[in-house]
T-cell receptor, first 113, second 112 residues
Framework: DAGVTQSPTHLIKTRGQHVTLRCSPISGHKSVSWYQQVLGQGPQFIFQYYEKEERGRGNFPDRFSARQFPNYSSELNVNALLLGDSALYLC????????????FGPGTRLLVL | QKEVEQDPGPLSVPEGAIVSLNCTYSNSAFQYFMWYRQYSRKGPELLMYTYSSGNKEDGRFTAQVDKSSKYISLFIRDSQPSDSATYLCATGGGTSYGKLTFGQGTILTVHP
């Protein structure tokens, strides 16, 4: 069975641009979470979605938004990119909302120049 | 103060050594404790999952949780070069329902 998939794998953008990252959860998993991992740090929670509704939000500015689709896949959008947004963006899926057993995808590496 | 503190290392050991990785946390409401392994330029891979205090063993890996001292440990026996990776501790539960809080990660290198 396929694990969590994310696209694209790498992305280069310039300051002020907008980016959309995509995630497909493990088949049968209904909850998707997004994390940001800056080099040398652990992942930081951005959002959790379950049944197309936002169920949790981390300490990130409003430039970050996300949504979940009926097939449980998800998009993370970041507007007005800053240099500090350069990071590995990780998507994790879990069977249900609130389950701490989360399985991560390979991530999308974003570089903002 | 960070909610989860982890010594970033790096830690370098010879093949066959016993490795001890540790984290402390501050939120007594946390109930779930996990260890993830992350190879370079890859996503984190779930290694161990523990609920509340106690020990859990899986092959060469043993996870320990002491909620009274808010201390989490991972032991790796007979370490192998393939264990070389970054190890991340994570906590969840309580008011952080569904959200994982990670430590900084410890970089481990096992030399042949």
């Amino acid at each position: 069975d396929a694990g969590v998939t994310q696209s694209p794998t790498h992305l280069i953008k310039t300051r002020g641009q907008h980016v959309t990252l995509r995630c497909s959860p493990i088949s049968g998993h209904k909850s998707v979470s997004w994390y940001q991992q800056v080099l040398g740090q652990g992942p930081q929670f951005i959002f959790q979605y379950y049944e197309k509704e936002e169920r949790g939000r981390g300490n990130f500015p409003d430039r970050f938004s996300a949504r979940q689709f009926p097939n449980y896949s998800s998009e993370l959008n970041v507007n007005a990119l800053l240099l500090g947004d350069s990071a590995l963006y990780l998507c994790a899926s879990s069977l249900e909302w609130g389950q701490e057993t989360q399985y991560f995808g390979p991530g999308t590496r974003l570089l903002v120049l | 103060q960070k909610e989860v503190e982890q010594d970033p290392g790096p830690l370098s050991v010879p093949e066959g050594a016993i490795v001890s990785l540790n984290c402390t946390y501050s939120n007594s409401a946390f109930q779930y404790f996990m260890w993830y392994r992350q190879y370079s330029r890859k996503g984190p891979e779930l290694l161990m999952y523990t609920y509340s205090s106690g020990n859990k063993e899986d092959g060469r890996f043993t996870a320990q949780v002491d909620k009274s001292s808010k201390y989490i440990s991972l032991f790796i026996r007979d370490s192998q070069p393939s264990d070389s990776a970054t190890y991340l501790c994570a906590t969840g539960g309580g008011t952080s329902y569904g959200k994982l809080t990670f430590g900084q990660g410890t970089i481990l290198t096992v030399h042949p």
